[in-house]
């Protein structure tokens, strides 16, 4: 599941019910249209998101601040169980490691890292989500928010974030079409949209091959954005990778 295109939606722990509602939403929708979701396992948002997505049939990824055996927090054994039976649970410590409270901010770049986009559901600001956020910047990966109450300091981090340029999200839609996705339908996945796939490939020229520096500004599409397309399209055999880690159309080296 981790070739797959992901997205991570992140955001509260003590999350209002607007926000546990707009993360399982969200998560939802973008399990519809085949995009794996990724979130760190905690209380809150992260839950939501996690049980959003299984409850649309969809698959997701936790990343764990401790051992890829222990669960935290204890009441989410149950949901990390659904969350392996289709998804992953992921982490880079030994087994055994305990949740100890250092590891949380180490694992929050494997949570973008593994992403092509970060979405903040609710954040004050001193959020750990928005250390997420800022590992996403780091890593060339999009950044989006979730607009809330201005009431009460909740969302001060969300809205910091979309001062700066973050993208507001209302729907998946609105994260697909950043992504530059605008053209899937509810209910049909991203490798099994031919449009697309047709639409990007007749942009690049036969018999010529390409880096994925210049195959990125070819397309149209960030390098975040194509590095998973690149892993299908050769899956499909409709892209050939030859020396230098460059890529041809397919039959035509």
């Avoid at 397309?229 to 892209?239: A, C, D, F, K, S």
């Amino acid at each position: 599941v981790l070739a797959r295109p992901a997205v991570a939606i992140v955001g509260s722990r003590a999350a209002t019910a607007y926000a546990l509602e707009v993360a399982g939403r969200l998560a939802g929708e973008l399990a519809d249209r085949g995009v794996l979701i990724v979130s760190g396992l905690a209380r809150g948002a992260d839950g939501a998101a996690h049980r959003g997505c299984l409850s649309a049939g969809g698959a997701t990824v936790a990343v764990l601040g401790c051992g890829p055996d222990v669960v935290y927090p204890p009441e989410h054994d149950a949901l990390a169980e659904s969350i392996r039976a289709t998804g992953a649970l992921v982490s880079e410590l030994g087994p055994g490691a305990p949740p100890l409270p250092a590891h949380f901010p180490l694992r929050n770049r494997l949570i973008s890292g593994i992403s092509l986009a970060v979405v903040v559901v609710e954040a004050n600001e001193r959020s750990g989500s928005l250390i997420t956020a800022r590992c996403a910047l780091e890593q060339g990966r999009d950044v989006m928010a979730v607009p809330g109450s201005v009431l009460g300091g909740r969302n001060r981090g969300s809205h910091a974030l979309l001062k700066d340029g973050a993208k507001v999200v209302e729907s998946a839609d609105d994260i697909l079409e950043e992504l530059g996705w605008p053209g899937l339908r509810e209910g049909r996945e991203i490798s099994d949209n031919p449009q697309i796939t047709d639409h990007l490939l007749a942009r690049l020229a036969a018999g010529e091959s390409y880096d994925l520096d210049e195959m990125s500004a070819t397309v149209g599409l960030t390098g975040s954005q194509l590095l998973p397309r690149l892993t299908e399209w050769e899956m499909q055999g409709l892209l050939l990778r030859v020396a230098g880690g460059r890529y041809v159309l397919a039959g035509r080296k």
